[in-house]
């Protein structure tokens, strides 16, 4: 298993321009959420969704867009990029009620570093 | 609603030295709560877990106990390596198909 896989790595944008963050996970998890980390601020919720089809807004979730056509992918569409959304954006996934048992433990991609000028 | 506090930081500690990281919570019920740790360019990575009161979560020499009544979840380690050295944050979550709610996490330096 890859596990959680983000991409890019890293990305520099210009404030205006749209792009997409890639999240893939080959666990077959049902639950997939977008966070941002932001210094002295921890981790807070953008995107989650708990299904294919299915997405609902978290915390922060102006500026983003998500979708999920398939279990396994979960893409962040920014629209229109800010500086205020120059931030470390960890994708996560966890089992949800799939299977045998629930488990409510979620795990991370490596994380894609966005900067905005 | 649910929130997560954990002790300013950073701390800097000497390889050996015995480590305690506060954390408690604001939470209805009994959520689950964890450990999250983050070592340096990586993502998150699941440290500990305890879903009930009194459960002590522990791994690679680390626990943390639910305590309800305190509504705590303390990290401690015994004796700290400079492999230590990373940013930990501690979260609860309402059950599968949660959030996660995160404190601001807290940044330890194991000095050799």
């Known amino acids: 298993n890859a596990g959680v896989t983000q991409t890019p790595k890293f990305q520099v944008l210009k404030t205006g321009q749209s792009m997409t963050l890639q999240c893939a996970q080959d666990?077959?998890?049902?639950?997939m959420s977008w966070y941002r980390q932001d210094p002295g601020m921890g981790l807070r919720l953008i995107h989650y969704s708990v299904g294919a089809g299915i997405t609902d807004q978290g915390e922060v979730p102006n500026g983003y867009n998500v979708s999920r056509s398939t279990t396994e992918d979960f893409p962040l569409r920014l629209l229109s990029a800010a500086p205020s959304q120059t931030s470390v954006y960890f994708c996560?996934?966890?089992?949800?009620?799939?299977?045998?048992?629930?488990?409510?433990?979620?795990?991370f991609g490596p994380g894609t570093r966005l900067t905005v000028l | 609603g649910d929130s997560v506090t954990q002790m300013e930081g950073p701390v800097t500690l000497s390889e050996e030295a015995f480590l305690t990281i506060n954390c408690t919570y604001t939470?209805?019920?009994?959520?689950?709560l964890f450990w999250y740790v983050q070592y340096p360019g990586e993502g998150l990575q699941l440290l500990l877990k305890?879903?009930?009161?009194?459960d002590k979560g522990s791994n690679k020499g680390f626990e943390a106990t639910y305590r309800k009544e305190t509504t705590s979840f303390h990290l401690e380690k015994g004796s700290v390596q400079v492999s230590d050295s990373a940013v930990y944050f501690c979260?609860?979550?309402?059950?599968?198909?949660?959030?996660?709610?995160f404190g601001k996490g807290i940044t330890l330096s194991v000095r050799p």
């Open positions: 666990m077959n998890h049902e639950y």
């Open positions: 305890a879903t009930k009161a009194d």
């Open positions: 979260a609860l979550s309402r059950g599968a198909n949660s959030k996660l709610t």
């Open positions: 939470a209805t019920g009994y959520p689950s």
């Open positions: 996560a996934s966890s089992p949800g009620y799939r299977g045998e048992s629930s488990t409510d433990t979620q795990y």
